[in-house]
């Protein structure tokens, strides 16, 4: 049903250009009018301005502020552009809306020529703003007017959202794809054209446990917890976990680690064996195998214990993994960086340079605890931090997060960035020109029930990885990944993804479009 709205109104969208030729040059037989806003949800406020104005002249045309010149809050626009763009062309009162590209509407009002240029009431009421003086001297220049509407009822977009924020995740999701000509059947024939490339992975492992206990009680005589022991399950995490995702989802995986001389590595290199993982292990008896074992009770983590030697690998070790990079021919080469010994500024530029040519690089670094930062990973095809880890590499704790992703897109010199945001999903920035409207588009999280969120950031950064050299469809990459992303965070574990799993989330996805 959305689909056919969406052909529908879809004509109504012009850019400037395209609408400068419609109207023609002034003086017209009939009037135009524009109004320009963000229209982020478009409430009563919004629509008596919109029918005020158009009882002012023929044509009504509404400009709205793109993505990326939305400054209101870190993660706003709530809805994106292409979808505001939509929700004003269903209106019968707006004859056709543009996307501004530019942080003002002072060119557009300059190019389109409106007869009248309407502002609500609120732009007047306390002395002339001087962006509203700005635009009064654009219209004052070719002959326009500025009026302002009525308002003694004002509805503020930022407070609807902040008080419920509205779900259309579905809605959003649909209108990419539809600007993008992507459909179900695109995301399933990608899914399943996996299983002929090849991924050599190099990172650290890291051995995740769980420990599961009871509580008995505590100690009379000290703030001590008492929990009985009641078993202990390993599983093989950190860049171990991202070559099984990326085994599950059909590629061959070459991977290459550092491994402790114990009994963990005996565990990592069974694992990775039984996945059919083509496991490479440096062994460095000076250092354990790294593992992460967190005690729980009754779901709760009490405690987690950590047994790690985050010092840099020698010069022999690099040497080595600097051989093994470069005689391994692949597809795609992923740098999963945990930051507990094989990458650091040493080592990184040394690791690049092996590289193969022409072979598709991703890099993703995840420093919840230590120093790290993703810009080192310099040049690479595709970058996926969160966050976060962008916040932290940029030392940016205020900007929203577009302008985060251009500034970390430009800084890292990256191709395509999937800025992961938690459970709002993900923002995906891709090409240099961070003023042009497709620049950046968001996918909403798919999650549907929350188990345990450890490892969606794997399960995205392989399935992205894949689907990007099969397809190189920017969309096509983020959405899949996001699916897999999010089918993990429905199981206890980080357990590889496999295509069945994210088919039944498409699946599950297509069903909810069609009830839209």
């Known amino acids: 049903m959305l689909a056919s709205l969406m052909k529908k109104y879809r004509h109504k969208i012009k850019n400037a250009g395209e609408l400068k030729k419609i109207l023609g040059e002034r003086p017209r037989k009939k009037k135009v009018i524009m109004c320009h806003g963000v229209f982020d949800v478009v409430h009563p406020g919004h629509l008596r301005h919109l029918i005020y104005a158009k009882s002012k002249a023929s044509i009504l045309v509404a400009s709205l502020t793109a993505d990326v010149h939305i400054t209101k809050g870190q993660h706003r626009p709530y809805v994106p552009q292409d979808l505001r763009a939509l929700n004003l062309a269903a209106f019968e009162v707006v004859d056709f809306v543009v996307v501004d590209a530019e942080p003002t509407p002072i060119s557009n009002l300059l190019l389109i020529q409106p007869d009248f240029f309407a502002k609500g009431y609120e732009y007047n009421a306390d002395g002339m703003h001087p962006k509203t003086e700005e635009e009064l001297t654009a219209l004052d220049s070719y002959g326009g007017k500025m009026i302002f509407t009525p308002g ?6 930022t407070k609807l959202i902040d ?21 179900f059947k695109h995301l399933r024939d990608a899914l399943m054209n996996l299983k002929d490339k090849t991924v050599h992975v190099v990172g650290d ?23 009985l022991f009641e078993g202990k399950t390993d599983y093989i995490g950190g860049a171990g976990v991202v070559a099984k995702h990326l085994r599950a989802a059909g590629a061959r995986v070459v991977f290459s680690t550092v491994l402790g001389d114990d009994s963990l590595k005996d565990f990592v290199v069974s694992g990775l064996k039984e996945a059919d993982v083509d496991c490479c292990p440096i062994v460095d008896a000076t250092r354990p195998t790294t593992n992460k074992n967190a005690i729980v009770a009754e779901g709760y983590r009490l405690l987690k214990v950590d047994t790690v030697d985050n010092r840099t ?3 022999e070790i690099v040497r080595e993994l600097s051989q093994s990079i470069s005689r391994t021919s692949c597809d795609a080469v992923v740098f999963s960086d945990f930051r507990h010994g094989i990458f650091n500024r040493r080592t990184i530029p040394q690791l690049i340079e ?13 420093v919840a605890t230590r120093w790290g930062n993703i810009t080192e990973f310099q040049g690479f095809d595709l970058v996926t931090p969160n966050e976060r880890e962008a916040r932290f590499a940029l030392a940016d ?33 891709r090409g240099g020109d961070h003023e042009a409207l497709e620049s950046y588009f968001v996918v909403d ?6 188990v345990d969120a450890v490892g969606a950031g794997d399960a995205l950064l392989a399935y992205s990885t894949l689907i990007m050299v099969s397809t190189n469809s920017e969309v096509m990459a983020t959405i899949l990944g996001s699916i897999a992303a999010a089918c993990e965070c429905e199981r206890d574990g980080n357990i590889p993804i496999c295509p069945e799993d994210v088919l039944k989330k498409i699946d599950s996805a297509e069903r909810l479009a069609k009830y839209q």
């Open 152 to 157: 003694d009822i004002v509805y503020s977009s």
């Open 163 to 183: 008080l419920a924020p509205p779900s259309i995740k579905v809605e959003k999701l649909l209108t990419l794809m539809e600007s993008e000509g992507i459909t």
């Open 205 to 227: 492992t890291i051995v995740d446990s769980y420990t599961q206990t009871a509580m008995i009680g505590g100690q009379t005589k000290t703030p001590t917890m008492s929990v």
């Open 313 to 315: 690998i020698s010069d």
């Open 354 to 366: 092996m590289i193969p040519p022409d072979t598709y690089k991703v890099a993703d670094s995840q």
């Open 397 to 429: 704790q205020d900007s929203g997060v577009r302008p985060l992703a251009a500034r970390l897109f430009d800084e890292a010199k990256c191709r395509l960035l999937i800025l992961k945001l938690g459970d709002r999903g993900v923002l995906t920035c």
């Open 445 to 450: 999280s798919f999650v549907e029930r929350l």
